[in-house]
């Protein structure tokens, strides 16, 4: 081994991943991905995000309040990068109101140090948690676990961390239920989380490999009032491009209903990230696709929209492409045809500019990002003000 002098600093990539819910049925059913995700991906920067939801509700299973997430990656070159997840989620009920919960908070922390260490923290309190026929202390312990005969497996304040030559990992979650018994449409073994954290470092490469990145997402509005965000709804189904790839896996993101009531309605949204490395070489392929589009009480509709953005290199020569298949799409009452040209802009009058196959390429970034429609309103509608910008469907890709 070297001595400490002589051995060279470690370079990290890192992943992290926090939601406030998920639900994984068994044989694929039903899933429901992280809801109010927030993820960061990267290197030898610093990144953060965050993102909220007003509640939801699947069957039986869960029932949430408001719940928020945010995710940060501080990168020093001194100290190292730290992952920071945060969760609240509140009234929570799982099964029926069989487990109940004022209030969930969970914080994991993790730190990559550049001499190769790595330490981490983790904890979630569950503020009035009462689980029906079972006695809990009055502090929930790291890694505490029940039964409920018959029922569930329930796991509270879950914290596990590990390392290896590659890396390290953190997972944590405030509660888990497994299912012992078929709850509705729901089968035995069906896994259920309330605030998961995901977190992954990896030892990367010093110097010439490329870096990637990357996202695709379902929809997203932002309304600005003066220098304040008034109305916000933070993207759906939202998945990210891993800094060192997925190895060539589809990573999946899926959101089986969207509803903001007289705004915007959904169907299913999934969104997919594709992703592969060998030092300079790389590929990304990000897509996203929705069902049953409805903006604005009707105003804009489509069975179903599809975009998809690839990027690829190979040593310095940057490639790109995307693409975008529509289903029945209709604004104002104008059919828009199948292979809508890029960047076609309808000024509709009482509404707004409605953009349809945005698409934009930086070749110097060695980026490419689409947007089936934004919508840019000029009067104010259903609660947004003018400005407000609305988008649907959309996928991107980069590789420094």
Known sequence: MPSSAQAANVA????????????????????????????????????????STVGGKVGQLLTVGAA???????????????????????GVSLLGGLIKVDAIETKSETLAKPDGTVTHTGNSSLLGIKIIGVDLPVTIPKN???????????????????????????????????????????NVGTTILVNPVNQSLLKAEPSGGAVLGGFAF?????????????VVSDPTAQIGVPFSSSGGKTLRNTTATLAV???????????????TKNGKDAEITTSNELVGLNVLGGLIKADAIKVTAHGKRVGSTWTGDMSMTLVNLVIAGQTIPINVSPN?????????????????????????????????????????????????????????
């Not at 406030?20 to 290197?43: E, M, N, P, R, Y």
């Not at 676990?145 to 953190?170: E, F, H, Q, W």
């Not at 379902?218 to 008034?230: C, F, L, M, R, Y």
């Open 12 to 51: 990290w990539a890192y992943n992290a991943a926090t939601g406030a819910t998920f639900i994984k049925a068994v044989g694929g059913v039903v899933q429901s991905d992280l809801t109010a995700q927030s993820a960061v991906s990267g290197g030898a920067f610093s990144r953060a995000a965050s993102n």
């Open 68 to 90: 928020e997430t945010k995710t940060i990656a501080d990168y020093d070159a001194t100290t190292g990068t730290k992952l920071t997840s945060w969760a609240r989620t509140a």
């Open 144 to 186: 505490f676990s029940v039964t409920v005969p018959g029922v569930a497996i329930v796991s509270l304040n879950y914290d596990m961390s590990g390392t290896d030559a590659n890396g390290a990992i953190a997972l944590n979650w405030a509660i888990a239920v497994q299912l012992l018994k078929p709850q509705g449409d729901f």
């Open 218 to 230: 379902g929809t997203k509005i932002a309304a600005n009032v003066g220098s304040d965000i008034k």
């Open 261 to 275: 009531p007289g705004l915007l309605n959904t169907g299913a949204i999934t969104s997919t990230s594709t992703s």
């Open 344 to 400: 076609t802009t309808i000024n509709i009058a009482n509404l707004g500019k409605v953009e349809i196959n945005r698409q934009v390429t930086n070749k110097n970034l060695r980026s490419n990002q689409i947007h089936a429609i934004r919508i840019t309103l000029d009067t104010a509608k259903a609660g947004l003000p003018v400005g407000a910008v609305i988008e649907i469907g959309s996928a991107a890709t980069i590789i420094y």
